[in-house]
C-alpha cells in the first residue's frame, strides 16, 4: 500500500523568509507522480507544484521548489520570500496511474 | 487543465433525509471521476472512484448503498448521501482524472451538515 506522511502538523514563518515543508512516501512503484497542494481557507484544493519521479531535476514554479530525492522517497518543498497569502494547509499528494493519496497536511502561517 | 464545479456549496439537512451533491467538469470530457471526503482539521479521504458509464468502485469502509454514486456523461457525476446522520457532516471534494496531464483536477467542495 502507498502511504504519504508529513510529519509536520503545524509550522511557522516570518513573512519574506523561507521555509521547508517535509513530506516521505512509501511504495514499490518506480513510476509514480507527486504534488503539493494547497488548502487555504476556501478549501479549494489549488495545485502548487508536481513532480515526476522519472525525473531527476527538481521542480520549480516561481517562489516554490522541491527537493525531490527517490532513493530516500523523500519529496520536500521550499517556499522562499514567503508572503502572508501562503498562509493555508498544504498536503503532500502521491499519484500511481490514477490514485492519488494525501498526506495528513501542514498547517502553514505566515507572520507578518 | 480543467474546470470544476460542484452544487450546492454548502447544504444542511434532517437526520433521515438523502442530499445529492453534483460534480460537473466544465470543460474536460471526464471519464473518470472522484470522491473524497474531507473531516475537520483532516486530510482528504477517497471514498470512490467513479467511471463513466458504469458502477463505481467504493474504497474499503465506505458503504456503497450509503453513499450513491452515478456518473452518466462525461460532464457529471452525482453522490447521494442516503438517510444522512449527523456522522455524515463533512466536506466532499470532486475530482476530474486529467488523464494525459497526469493530475486531478479539484471541484471547490461541498460542506454538509446534518442535523
Known amino acids: 500500500a502507498q502511504t504519504v506522511t508529513q510529519s509536520q502538523p503545524e509550522m511557522s514563518v516570518q513573512e519574506a523568509e523561507t521555509v521547508t515543508l517535509s513530506c516521505t512516501y512509501d511504495?514499490?512503484?518506480?513510476?509514480?507522480?507527486l504534488f503539493w497542494y494547497k488548502q487555504p481557507p476556501s478549501r479549494q484544493m489549488i495545485l502548487v507544484i508536481r513532480?515526476?519521479?522519472?525525473?531527476?531535476q527538481n521542480a520549480t514554479e516561481n517562489r516554490f521548489s522541491v527537493n525531490f530525492q527517490k532513493a530516500a522517497k523523500s519529496f520536500s518543498l521550499k517556499i522562499s520570500d514567503s508572503q502572508l497569502g501562503d498562509t493555508a494547509m498544504y498536503f503532500c499528494?502521491?499519484?500511481?496511474?490514477?490514485?492519488?493519496?494525501f498526506g495528513a497536511g501542514t498547517r502553514l502561517t505566515v507572520k507578518p | 487543465g480543467a474546470v470544476v464545479s460542484q452544487h450546492p456549496s454548502w447544504v444542511i439537512c434532517k437526520s433521515g433525509t438523502s442530499v445529492k451533491i453534483e460534480c460537473r467538469s466544465l470543460?474536460?470530457?471526464?471519464?473518470?471521476m472522484f470522491w473524497y471526503r474531507q473531516f475537520p482539521k483532516q486530510s482528504l479521504m477517497l471514498m470512490a472512484t467513479s467511471n463513466e458509464g458504469s458502477k463505481a468502485t467504493y474504497e474499503q469502509g465506505v458503504e456503497k448503498d450509503k453513499f450513491l454514486i452515478n456518473h452518466a456523461s462525461l460532464t457529471l457525476s452525482t453522490l447521494t448521501v442516503t438517510s444522512a446522520h449527523p456522522e455524515d457532516s463533512s466536506f466532499y471534494i470532486c475530482?476530474?482524472?486529467?488523464?494525459?496531464?497526469?493530475?486531478?483536477?479539484f471541484g471547490p467542495g461541498t460542506r454538509l451538515t446534518v442535523l
Open positions: 470543460d474536460f470530457q471526464a471519464t473518470t
Open positions: 499528494a502521491f499519484m500511481i496511474e490514477v490514485d492519488m493519496r
Open positions: 511504495t514499490s512503484e518506480s513510476n509514480y507522480y
Open positions: 513532480q515526476e519521479a522519472y525525473k531527476q
Open positions: 475530482s476530474v482524472d486529467g488523464a494525459s496531464y497526469n493530475e486531478q483536477f
